[in-house]
């Protein structure tokens, strides 16, 4: 029996051995930086040289490359306060000399350090292997964003704080569009009031998967992105504006056929409008506002981009995201009040004229029986 007992309790010992393993290992799986830097390579090291001003490499295209660091940007950045060594990101630059620079050009360096990133935020790398950025990169597009673009390299901070930051950071490259966002019913809540509740560039297209407007699927989703914010009554209720807009677009002709043929336009552009067919994309206006794509004025140029034929009063017919009543729209109401009735009652009678006369055929039947 005590062979017996001894090897039940080594097998528990194991077994909880390997329980604490697991529980461990699965712990420190959540950790998305590397662990604070071991005794070595200290950034005060590295900073003596590269703190000094006016550190320069002439590269073979005669571009220089600055190695200056601003030793109180790093030390406020987000890897600094966290107390990471210059050697955790710049593993080939622990010994002096350092290894020579191979990169011929500025951006061929930028394009070769980048990379680094992936060691840390591998889900962030991977996502962003999916965007339209990493898709032209591939294509042969070198002036691509990439993370070091949108996030700098030693002077890293918070990407959205404030949040006007992300436009800012996007008109890096996209200038064009920017100064339209900047202008729009969004942008201009943002940028120019600081509102922290309109959606900027990276709440429509996302962050590091970012997808480009012109695309299937960016298009067939955009009344869920939409939906985001316009569905929302506590947010929509701060700023008096209908939360049903999107349950009226889903229930008009539009709307209707986009979600009823959605597995047909994946892969395609669909040819049913969505929202920013109507409202526009970065452009985007109040409704109230005298240039906005979907005022009575302007609304025949807008439908005439799919129905090129439509006439004057053509734009009579949409209700514009409102359920008619007696206020707006009390023609509708009272035609749609009069089918509500008028339908249910004719059923009723077709419903009753049908039963009495079974029962009716059946009272016969039994007379002719009983005969």
């Not at 712990?27 to 200290?42: D, T």
């Not at 290894?99 to 951006?107: C, F, K």
């Not at 898709?135 to 964003?145: K, R, T, V």
């Not at 006007?164 to 996007?170: G, K, Y």
Request: glycine letters at 8%; proline letters at 8%.
């Amino acid at each position: 029996m005590i062979p017996k007992q001894l090897n039940f309790i080594v097998i528990t010992i194991g077994l909880l051995l390997l329980f604490l393993a697991v529980g461990f290992g699965g712990a420190s799986a959540q950790i998305e930086f590397p662990p604070p830097p071991e005794p070595g390579i200290a950034n005060e090291t590295c900073l003596a040289c590269h703190g000094q001003p006016d550190q320069q490499v002439e590269l073979p295209s005669g571009e220089i490359l600055y190695v200056t660091i601003d030793s109180d940007g790093f030390n406020h950045s987000v890897h600094g306060t966290e107390g990471y060594a210059c050697v955790q990101c710049h593993t080939t630059h622990s010994e002096y000399p350092h290894e020579p620079i191979n990169a011929q050009t500025l951006r061929e360096y930028k394009l070769d350090q980048y990379l680094m990133c992936d060691r840390c935020h591998a889900d962030k790398y991977t996502a962003l292997i999916d965007g339209v950025h990493a898709h032209a990169l591939a294509n042969g597009n070198q002036e691509a964003a990439i993370c070091s673009d949108c996030h700098g390299s030693h002077e890293i901070g918070p990407p959205n704080d404030p949040r006007s930051r992300i436009p800012q950071t996007c008109e890096q490259c996209h200038s064009q569009i920017s100064d339209k966002y900047e202008h729009s019913v969004h942008g201009s809540a943002l940028i120019g009031e600081g509102n922290p509740n309109v959606p900027s560039c990276t709440d429509c297209h996302g962050s590091h998967n970012i997808q480009g407007p012109t695309g299937s699927d960016f298009k067939l989703n955009s009344p869920q992105i939409c939906a985001e914010c316009h569905a929302d009554p506590k947010l929509m209720d701060q700023y008096g504006i209908s939360t049903n807009v999107f349950d009226t677009y889903l229930a008009d002709f539009h709307g209707t056929t986009s979600t009823l043929f959605e597995p047909e336009f994946e892969g395609q552009q669909p040819n049913t409008p969505v929202c920013i067919d109507c409202h526009g994309v970065h452009d985007i206006k109040s409704s109230s506002d005298p240039d906005s794509s979907v005022m009575k004025e302007n609304l025949l140029v807008t439908c005439q981009k799919c129905h090129p034929d439509a006439s004057t009063n053509f734009p009579a017919a949409w209700l514009g995201h409102y359920e008619p009543d007696r206020d707006r729209y009390p023609l509708v109401y009272f035609v749609d009040l009069f089918y509500k009735i008028f339908i249910p009652f004719v059923l009723g009678v077709m419903v009753l004229f049908i039963g009495t006369d079974i029962f009716r055929r059946i009272i016969n039947k039994r007379r002719e029986r009983a005969q």
